[in-house]
């Protein structure tokens, strides 16, 4: 085999190959539904100029047949007028008229014939055209599921590269790092503007509240003793002798004052609901 019949082999199975890649199953059926729709059109006008060959010849042996009639009438008339001679040839023109009658009803009837062939072929081809739509849809819905699932598997496998969850875990890691400066720069501008102390009594303010209520409710509920009269003023003066503990801070301080202040609160309310 010589070097150009090869070059010649390579160059089409590469132009084959070409072909075959680019083609789109779903635009290759919709051209081949377009092709049998002209094809179609096509065999309509066909059929439909049969169909009027065969009309024109019928009217022609129907006149045919009837020119022959007439002559005959003719004929008939010169017999009763008594010329014999006209009668026979006007009964040569009808067997001339019979004869065209007899041709055009014989190619009439064979026409004929051959439109009720074309429509049946025609009913047919447009059958299978019908076919072809209702295999071209299945085969389209079945294309663009494919690649559906397709494109599904392939988000899949970029799911299963780990290195797509490292980057998740190590934009975890910033962001933590980031959260971490932020409190530790709330930290350090708190200890500049003097805010911290006011936090933390804030702090302690609400936990002690929180705490006062519950104690509050369990008494109420009978879960824990009533407060006896004078109670809480005779805690507060013995810690008022007894002085500042050495082991209690400042905080403790302010949450025990605090709690004699509520005790007291819900003792005046006791009393005043007592009297009504």
């Given at each position: 085999?010589?070097?150009?019949?090869?070059?010649?082999?390579?160059?089409?199975?590469?132009?084959?190959?070409?072909?075959?890649?680019?083609?789109?199953?779903?635009?290759?059926?919709?051209?081949?539904?377009?092709?049998?729709?002209?094809?179609?059109?096509?065999?309509?006008?066909?059929?439909?100029?049969?169909?009027?060959?065969?009309?024109?010849?019928?009217?022609?042996?129907?006149?045919?047949?009837?020119?022959?009639?007439?002559?005959?009438?003719?004929?008939?008339?010169?017999?009763?007028?008594?010329?014999?001679?006209?009668?026979?040839?006007?009964?040569?023109?009808?067997?001339?008229?019979?004869?065209?009658?007899?041709?055009?009803?014989?190619?009439?009837?064979?026409?004929?014939?051959?439109?009720?062939?074309?429509?049946?072929?025609?009913?047919?081809?447009?059958?299978?055209?019908?076919?072809?739509?209702?295999?071209?849809?299945?085969?389209?819905?079945?294309?663009k599921r494919a690649e559906a699932q397709k494109a599904i598997q392939e988000t899949m496998s970029g799911l299963r590269d780990h290195s797509a969850f490292e980057t998740f875990d190590r934009?975890?890691?910033?962001?933590?790092?980031?959260?971490?400066?932020?409190?530790?720069?709330?930290?350090?501008?708190?200890?500049?503007?003097?805010?911290?102390?006011?936090?933390?009594?804030?702090?302690?303010?609400?936990?002690?509240?929180?705490?006062?209520?519950?104690?509050?409710?369990?008494?109420?509920?009978?879960?824990?003793?009533?407060?006896?009269?004078?109670?809480?003023?005779?805690?507060?003066?013995?810690?008022?002798?007894?002085?500042?503990?050495?082991?209690?801070?400042?905080?403790?301080?302010?949450?025990?004052?605090?709690?004699?202040?509520?005790?007291?609160?819900?003792?005046?309310?006791?009393?005043?609901?007592?009297?009504?």
């Amino acid at each position: 085999m010589g070097i150009f019949s090869r070059l010649a082999q390579l160059i089409q199975s590469n132009l084959n190959d070409l072909i075959s890649r680019s083609e789109d199953p779903e635009k290759m059926l919709n051209q081949v539904v377009l092709d049998m729709n002209n094809q179609l059109v096509e065999a309509k006008k066909q059929v439909a100029a049969s169909i009027a060959d065969e009309k024109r010849l019928a009217k022609q042996y129907e006149q045919e047949a009837a020119n022959a009639q007439e002559w005959e009438r003719r004929a008939m008339m010169a017999l009763r007028a008594g010329n014999e001679p006209l009668a026979k040839e006007g009964l040569a023109r009808k067997r001339e008229h019979d004869e065209l009658a007899a041709t055009y009803q014989e190619q009439w009837t064979k026409q004929k014939a051959a439109v009720d062939q074309l429509k049946k072929a025609l009913r047919l081809l447009s059958d299978k055209i019908e076919e072809a739509k209702r295999k071209r849809n299945v085969l389209v819905a079945r294309k663009k599921r494919a690649e559906a699932q397709k494109a599904i598997q392939e988000t899949m496998s970029g799911l299963r590269d780990h290195s797509a969850f490292e980057t998740f875990d190590r934009m975890a890691q910033k962001i933590d790092q980031l959260e971490a400066e932020a409190e530790a720069q709330g930290e350090i501008a708190e200890e500049l503007t003097g805010d911290a102390l006011a936090t933390q009594f804030q702090q302690l303010e609400h936990t002690h509240s929180a705490e006062e209520d519950l104690v509050a409710l369990k008494r109420k509920m009978g879960i824990l003793p009533p407060v006896e009269a004078g109670a809480p003023a005779q805690a507060v003066q013995a810690r008022v002798e007894a002085g500042p503990s050495p082991a209690k801070s400042e905080q403790d301080e302010v949450a025990a004052a605090l709690e004699e202040l509520e005790v007291e609160q819900q003792q005046q309310e006791e009393k005043r609901k007592a009297g009504r």
